[in-house]
């Protein structure tokens, strides 16, 4: 692996915004597990999401995903995975995650979305599904809603 595919991929945590968009006080504090592989939408995703004022975990497959919260560690408000990904894809990581933090939230990322089942994995209130590519305002309001759902114990499914 070449030098800038091995930096590409280190688990880094970015700082939010000082000028979030929009943010309210619900989102204070909201810490994000981004699991996706390719660098590109791992980049603009976690730059969308901090520039909201959400802290980020930005990771390059579901292993370090797993490995970026261990087991007695501060809990995320929300992990993003794309499906799929090597090592682990996001399905594994969701099996291994939700095992070791059952209240954790999901929201998986797909450029695949006609030929998945997702009908195992897609849990009200818990799991989310958002269709790649996708607009910052779109992922932006797919997070709020999961976010908020998860506050109220709603079951709604956002896709």
């Known amino acids: 692996m070449n030098s800038a595919a091995q930096w590409a991929c280190r688990p880094s945590t970015l700082p939010t915004a000082a000028h979030g968009d929009a943010l309210s006080a619900s989102d204070d504090g909201v810490r994000i597990l981004l699991a996706d ?9 976690a730059r969308v999401l901090t520039w909201t004022g959400w802290s980020v ?6 292993r370090e995903a797993v490995d970026a919260w261990p087991v007695d560690g501060e809990a995320f408000n929300l992990v993003i ?6 090592e ?5 990581a969701y099996r291994e995650l ?21 009908d195992t994995f897609l849990h009200p209130g818990k799991t ?5 590519p996708f607009m910052a305002s779109t992922l932006v309001a797919v997070v709020r809603t999961a976010l908020q759902a998860a506050r109220r114990d709603a079951p709604l499914l956002v896709g």
């Open 81 to 86: 995975l794309d499906d799929v990904m090597p």
């Open 98 to 118: 939700s095992r070791r933090h059952p209240e954790a939230l999901f929201l998986f990322v797909s450029a695949y979305a006609q030929g998945l089942n997702l």
């Open 88 to 92: 682990m894809n996001g399905f594994e």
């Open 128 to 132: 989310f599904f958002l269709a790649k």
């Open 57 to 62: 975990t930005a990771v390059c497959n579901g």
């Open 37 to 45: 592989d390719d660098p590109q939408v791992r980049a603009f995703t």
